[in-house]
């Protein structure tokens, strides 16, 4: 019963880390999908932008202003289509991490787990046995 409910929380356990980790890949495929559409539109609204703020890019604090609305926009864009930020993922590794380290030690655990099964000799024939007594 032991070694069932072993062998059934380690399969759960790979279940979970290879969710998580197809997870990871499509939020990855996803976010590669939409950035070039994000980046077409990005671009369109910089050509928008009146000439003096153009003129202002260079440097100075328009730059950086500009810079920082560029930065938000693009994380709220990638986050409307559902990208993980970068502390997402970075919790996601650890998570990840910790269900490997948790399954190695559950392996080991049933690999201990198991005894050798000591082996038994052979009885000797019958004829052997009574010609040594006799």
Same mark, same amino acid.
């Given at each position: 019963?032991?070694?069932? &409910?072993?062998?059934?929380?380690?399969?759960?356990?790979?279940?979970?880390?290879?969710?998580?980790?197809?997870?990871?890949?499509?939020?990855?495929?996803?976010?590669?999908?939409?950035?070039?559409?994000?980046?077409?539109?990005?671009?369109?609204?910089?050509?928008?932008?009146? /000439?003096?703020?153009?003129?202002? !890019? /260079?440097?100075?604090? *328009?730059?950086?202003?500009?810079?920082?609305?560029?930065?938000?926009?693009?994380?709220?864009?990638?986050?409307?289509?559902?990208? /993980?930020?970068?502390?997402?993922?970075?919790? &996601?590794?650890?998570?990840?991490?910790?269900?490997?380290?948790?399954?190695? !030690? &559950?392996?080991?655990?049933?690999?201990?787990?198991?005894?050798?099964?000591?082996?038994?000799?052979?009885? *000797?024939?019958?004829?052997?046995?009574?010609?040594? *007594?006799?």
């Amino acid at each position: 019963m032991t070694k069932k &409910l072993k062998h059934d929380t380690s399969g759960a356990m790979q279940a979970s880390a290879r969710q998580i980790w197809q997870a990871s890949l499509g939020a990855f495929a996803l976010a590669q999908e939409e950035g070039g559409r994000l980046l077409a539109s990005l671009a369109h609204d910089g050509a928008a932008l009146p /000439p003096a703020a153009q003129a202002a !890019m /260079p440097g100075g604090a *328009a730059h950086d202003r500009l810079e920082q609305v560029f930065e938000e926009r693009v994380a709220r864009a990638l986050a409307t289509i559902g990208v /993980p930020t970068q502390a997402e993922l970075a919790a &996601l590794r650890e998570q990840v991490e910790q269900l490997q380290r948790q399954l190695a !030690m &559950l392996s080991a655990g049933a690999a201990r787990a198991v005894k050798k099964v000591p082996v038994k000799k052979k009885a *000797a024939p019958a004829g052997k046995q009574a010609r040594k *007594a006799a």
